[in-house]
Protein backbone atom coordinates (compact mmCIF):
# COMPACT_ATOMS: atom_id res chain seq x y z
CA UNK A 1 0.00 0.00 0.00
CA UNK A 2 3.07 2.95 0.89
CA UNK A 3 4.25 2.06 -2.64
CA UNK A 4 1.11 2.45 -4.26
CA UNK A 5 0.18 5.85 -1.92
CA UNK A 6 4.17 7.10 -3.22
CA UNK A 7 3.55 6.06 -6.96
CA UNK A 8 0.48 8.21 -6.82
CA UNK A 9 2.27 11.06 -5.29
CA UNK A 10 4.96 11.10 -7.49
CA UNK A 11 2.75 10.89 -10.60
CA UNK A 12 0.52 13.94 -9.41
CA UNK A 13 3.52 15.80 -8.49
CA UNK A 14 4.98 15.79 -11.92
CA UNK A 15 1.72 16.45 -13.22
CA UNK A 16 1.38 19.68 -11.00
CA UNK A 17 4.26 20.50 -12.10
CA UNK A 18 3.50 19.99 -16.08
CA UNK A 19 0.46 21.85 -15.27
CA UNK A 20 2.29 24.95 -14.35
CA UNK A 21 4.43 25.02 -17.52
CA UNK A 22 1.65 24.50 -20.00
CA UNK A 23 1.57 24.97 -23.58
CA UNK A 24 -0.56 25.51 -26.63
CA UNK A 25 -2.87 22.26 -26.82
CA UNK A 26 -3.05 21.37 -30.68
CA UNK A 27 -5.12 19.36 -32.58
CA UNK A 28 -4.58 17.90 -36.23
CA UNK A 29 -5.57 15.11 -38.38
CA UNK A 30 -5.19 14.80 -42.14
CA UNK A 31 -7.07 12.47 -45.14
CA UNK A 32 -5.24 11.71 -47.73
CA UNK A 33 -6.00 11.91 -51.37
CA UNK A 34 -4.04 12.01 -55.07
CA UNK A 35 -6.37 13.45 -57.20
CA UNK A 36 -6.75 17.19 -58.27
CA UNK A 37 -10.26 16.24 -60.11
CA UNK A 38 -12.10 14.03 -57.66
CA UNK A 39 -12.83 15.31 -53.71
CA UNK A 40 -12.64 12.90 -50.58
CA UNK A 41 -15.95 11.54 -49.90
CA UNK A 42 -15.17 11.01 -46.33
CA UNK A 43 -12.26 12.81 -43.97
CA UNK A 44 -12.48 10.88 -41.00
CA UNK A 45 -8.99 12.07 -39.71
CA UNK A 46 -9.59 15.52 -39.83
CA UNK A 47 -13.34 15.32 -38.82
CA UNK A 48 -12.55 13.82 -35.40
CA UNK A 49 -9.50 16.22 -34.86
CA UNK A 50 -12.21 19.12 -35.63
CA UNK A 51 -14.69 17.22 -33.21
CA UNK A 52 -11.29 17.16 -30.25
CA UNK A 53 -10.41 20.76 -30.57
CA UNK A 54 -14.61 21.83 -30.44
CA UNK A 55 -14.99 19.34 -27.84
CA UNK A 56 -12.81 21.89 -25.22
CA UNK A 57 -14.84 25.14 -26.76
CA UNK A 58 -18.30 26.59 -25.61
CA UNK A 59 -20.41 28.29 -27.81
CA UNK A 60 -18.14 28.85 -30.66
CA UNK A 61 -18.89 30.07 -34.29
CA UNK A 62 -17.60 28.88 -37.93
CA UNK A 63 -17.04 30.75 -40.62
CA UNK A 64 -17.13 28.42 -44.08
CA UNK A 65 -17.68 31.40 -46.61
CA UNK A 66 -21.00 30.04 -48.07
CA UNK A 67 -22.32 33.57 -47.32
CA UNK A 68 -19.47 35.65 -48.61
CA UNK A 69 -19.03 37.09 -52.18
CA UNK A 70 -17.18 34.83 -54.67
CA UNK A 71 -13.76 36.22 -55.60
CA UNK A 72 -13.92 38.64 -52.43
CA UNK A 73 -10.28 39.48 -51.11
CA UNK A 74 -9.06 41.20 -48.02
CA UNK A 75 -9.74 42.99 -46.20
CA UNK A 76 -12.66 40.83 -45.14
CA UNK A 77 -14.43 41.08 -42.19
CA UNK A 78 -15.80 38.28 -40.24
CA UNK A 79 -18.16 37.44 -37.61
CA UNK A 80 -17.99 34.78 -34.90
CA UNK A 81 -20.23 34.25 -31.83
CA UNK A 82 -18.40 35.08 -29.06
CA UNK A 83 -19.10 34.58 -24.99
CA UNK A 84 -22.03 34.86 -23.35
CA UNK A 85 -23.95 35.65 -26.68
CA UNK A 86 -21.62 38.96 -27.79
CA UNK A 87 -19.43 39.06 -30.51
CA UNK A 88 -15.85 38.51 -32.10
CA UNK A 89 -14.88 40.33 -35.39
CA UNK A 90 -11.86 38.93 -37.51
CA UNK A 91 -10.70 40.04 -40.54
CA UNK A 92 -8.28 38.74 -43.09
CA UNK A 93 -5.85 40.09 -45.04
CA UNK A 94 -5.23 40.06 -48.20
CA UNK A 95 -3.36 37.40 -50.11
CA UNK A 96 -6.62 35.28 -50.85
CA UNK A 97 -9.76 35.41 -52.05
CA UNK A 98 -12.79 33.60 -51.89
CA UNK A 99 -13.36 30.92 -54.46
CA UNK A 100 -16.33 28.47 -55.34
CA UNK A 101 -17.09 25.56 -56.86
CA UNK A 102 -20.04 23.38 -57.29
CA UNK A 103 -20.71 21.57 -54.84
CA UNK A 104 -19.35 17.44 -54.92
CA UNK A 105 -16.52 18.88 -57.02
CA UNK A 106 -12.97 20.58 -57.36
CA UNK A 107 -11.62 23.37 -59.15
CA UNK A 108 -9.53 20.56 -61.09
CA UNK A 109 -6.74 21.55 -59.21
CA UNK A 110 -7.66 19.72 -56.57
CA UNK A 111 -8.76 22.25 -54.32
CA UNK A 112 -13.02 22.41 -52.64
CA UNK A 113 -14.93 23.05 -49.77
CA UNK A 114 -15.70 21.30 -46.71
CA UNK A 115 -17.98 19.32 -46.71
CA UNK A 116 -17.16 18.74 -50.53
CA UNK A 117 -20.99 17.45 -51.00
CA UNK A 118 -22.93 20.39 -49.42
CA UNK A 119 -20.90 23.03 -49.80
CA UNK A 120 -18.95 25.81 -52.57
CA UNK A 121 -16.76 27.92 -51.45
CA UNK A 122 -13.69 28.22 -49.39
CA UNK A 123 -10.40 31.16 -49.36
CA UNK A 124 -7.97 30.44 -51.61
CA UNK A 125 -4.32 31.40 -51.09
CA UNK A 126 -0.98 31.51 -53.46
CA UNK A 127 0.82 29.24 -51.68
CA UNK A 128 4.32 31.38 -52.81
CA UNK A 129 2.91 34.62 -51.92
CA UNK A 130 3.28 36.40 -48.58
CA UNK A 131 1.02 34.52 -46.82
CA UNK A 132 -2.34 36.14 -45.09
CA UNK A 133 -3.18 37.50 -41.78
CA UNK A 134 -6.18 36.71 -39.65
CA UNK A 135 -6.69 39.88 -37.39
CA UNK A 136 -9.17 39.87 -34.09
CA UNK A 137 -10.28 42.95 -32.12
CA UNK A 138 -10.11 41.34 -29.04
CA UNK A 139 -7.95 38.61 -27.51
CA UNK A 140 -8.01 34.98 -29.26
CA UNK A 141 -7.50 31.53 -26.97
CA UNK A 142 -8.56 29.08 -29.96
CA UNK A 143 -8.15 28.77 -33.72
CA UNK A 144 -8.67 26.04 -35.80
CA UNK A 145 -9.25 25.52 -40.09
CA UNK A 146 -9.87 22.87 -42.62
CA UNK A 147 -7.16 22.97 -45.23
CA UNK A 148 -7.35 21.44 -48.88
CA UNK A 149 -4.77 20.46 -51.28
CA UNK A 150 -2.06 21.84 -48.94
CA UNK A 151 1.69 20.04 -49.94
CA UNK A 152 1.12 18.48 -53.34
CA UNK A 153 4.03 20.45 -54.74
CA UNK A 154 6.27 20.76 -51.75
CA UNK A 155 4.85 23.22 -50.04
CA UNK A 156 4.91 23.79 -46.28
CA UNK A 157 2.24 25.70 -44.19
CA UNK A 158 2.69 27.16 -40.24
CA UNK A 159 1.07 29.97 -38.43
CA UNK A 160 2.44 32.46 -36.14
CA UNK A 161 0.64 34.25 -33.39
CA UNK A 162 1.21 37.52 -32.83
CA UNK A 163 0.37 39.98 -29.98
CA UNK A 164 -1.51 43.77 -30.84
CA UNK A 165 2.51 44.80 -31.53
CA UNK A 166 2.95 42.15 -34.11
CA UNK A 167 5.20 40.42 -31.62
CA UNK A 168 5.37 36.45 -32.34
CA UNK A 169 4.54 34.65 -29.39
CA UNK A 170 4.65 31.32 -30.74
CA UNK A 171 5.23 29.30 -34.56
CA UNK A 172 3.18 26.70 -34.90
CA UNK A 173 4.34 24.12 -37.78
CA UNK A 174 1.09 22.62 -39.48
CA UNK A 175 2.85 18.81 -40.18
CA UNK A 176 1.05 18.38 -43.43
CA UNK A 177 2.34 15.14 -46.19
CA UNK A 178 4.66 16.74 -48.39
CA UNK A 179 4.22 15.91 -51.99
CA UNK A 180 5.78 15.64 -55.30
CA UNK A 181 4.50 16.47 -58.27
CA UNK A 182 1.14 16.74 -57.01
CA UNK A 183 0.91 13.42 -55.38
CA UNK A 184 -0.91 14.38 -52.60
CA UNK A 185 -3.28 16.92 -54.58
CA UNK A 186 -6.66 17.14 -52.85
CA UNK A 187 -5.56 15.94 -49.42
CA UNK A 188 -7.18 17.19 -46.75
CA UNK A 189 -6.30 18.02 -43.15
CA UNK A 190 -7.72 19.88 -39.64
CA UNK A 191 -5.51 22.35 -37.57
CA UNK A 192 -6.12 23.78 -34.05
CA UNK A 193 -4.68 24.81 -31.47
CA UNK A 194 -5.86 25.97 -27.92
CA UNK A 195 -4.41 28.69 -25.26
CA UNK A 196 -4.17 27.40 -21.88
CA UNK A 197 -3.79 30.35 -20.17
CA UNK A 198 -4.43 34.08 -20.39
CA UNK A 199 -0.35 34.82 -21.38
CA UNK A 200 -0.75 32.61 -24.56
CA UNK A 201 -3.85 34.47 -25.81
CA UNK A 202 -3.21 36.30 -29.24
CA UNK A 203 -4.59 39.05 -31.71
CA UNK A 204 -3.48 37.84 -34.52
CA UNK A 205 -2.72 34.69 -36.64
CA UNK A 206 -0.25 35.05 -40.06
CA UNK A 207 -0.29 31.91 -42.26
CA UNK A 208 3.25 31.48 -43.85
CA UNK A 209 3.20 29.13 -46.83
CA UNK A 210 6.70 27.70 -48.84
CA UNK A 211 7.95 26.93 -51.63
CA UNK A 212 5.99 27.08 -55.23
CA UNK A 213 4.91 30.37 -56.50
CA UNK A 214 2.25 28.43 -59.16
CA UNK A 215 0.79 26.18 -56.43
CA UNK A 216 -2.36 27.38 -54.06
CA UNK A 217 -4.14 26.22 -50.88
CA UNK A 218 -7.80 26.07 -50.12
CA UNK A 219 -8.63 26.93 -45.92
CA UNK A 220 -12.03 26.33 -45.21
CA UNK A 221 -14.35 26.64 -42.03
CA UNK A 222 -12.44 29.09 -39.78
CA UNK A 223 -13.40 28.47 -35.56
CA UNK A 224 -12.35 31.26 -33.12
CA UNK A 225 -12.79 31.23 -29.20
CA UNK A 226 -11.96 33.92 -26.33
CA UNK A 227 -10.64 32.07 -23.31
CA UNK A 228 -14.21 32.09 -21.42
CA UNK A 229 -15.37 29.86 -24.10
CA UNK A 230 -12.32 27.56 -23.65
CA UNK A 231 -12.89 24.41 -21.43
CA UNK A 232 -11.46 24.85 -17.64
CA UNK A 233 -8.49 21.90 -16.63
CA UNK A 234 -7.78 21.37 -13.64
CA UNK A 235 -4.96 23.92 -12.03
CA UNK A 236 -1.80 22.90 -10.53
CA UNK A 237 -2.95 24.42 -7.31
CA UNK A 238 -5.96 21.92 -7.23
CA UNK A 239 -3.25 19.15 -8.14
CA UNK A 240 -1.53 19.91 -5.00
CA UNK A 241 -4.50 19.73 -2.83
CA UNK A 242 -5.34 16.31 -4.17
CA UNK A 243 -1.39 15.35 -3.27
CA UNK A 244 -1.88 17.13 0.30
CA UNK A 245 -5.06 15.20 0.74
CA UNK A 246 -3.50 11.59 -0.18
CA UNK A 247 -0.12 12.02 1.88
CA UNK A 248 -2.66 12.43 5.22
CA UNK A 249 -4.58 9.52 4.36
CA UNK A 250 -1.40 7.79 3.88
CA UNK A 251 -0.02 8.99 6.97
CA UNK A 252 -2.97 8.27 8.75
CA UNK A 253 -2.72 4.58 8.17
CA UNK A 254 0.44 4.20 8.90
CA UNK A 255 -0.03 5.39 12.13
CA UNK A 256 -3.27 3.09 12.59
Given at each position: ??????????????????????????????DLNDSEDVPLASIPKSAAAETQFKAKLVGVGTENFEAKDTDAGGPLPINFAGFGGGNLVATLSAGGAVAEVA??????????SIPSASSKKFWEVNAGGTGFTVSFDQQIAAFGFYGVDIGDFGGKVSVELLNESDVVLS??????SVGVDGSTAGSVLYFGLIASNDNETFRKVRFKTTFNADDFFAFDNFTIAELRQVQPVPEPGSLALVAAALLGLSLARRRA
Open positions: MKKIFVSTLVAIAAFAAAGSAQAYSVFFGESGATNTFGRYTQNVNN
